[in-house]
């Protein structure tokens, strides 16, 4: 894989637009983010290598995002 540029972690914020401002809450956020990009990269590496379509590969992993569900959601 290319070496890519470190890239600026999201503001998290509360579902009332405010930041979270627990420096634990948002380290873990942005560890999981990290671990999803690294997962994402290494399944579109090994698509691409099988003879894959990266276009394909980066849709069905959109899909899968768009697709989840938001746990203890209110209403």
Known sequence: MGAQSPKEPPLWRQ???????????????????????????????DGVLMGCDATQIKQALHELIDGLTTPHAKG
């Open 15 to 45: 579902p009332d637009g405010k930041p979270v401002s627990c420096l634990e809450k948002i380290k873990v956020l942005n560890q999981n983010i990290q671990e999803i990009e690294s997962l994402c990269a290494d399944a579109l590496e």
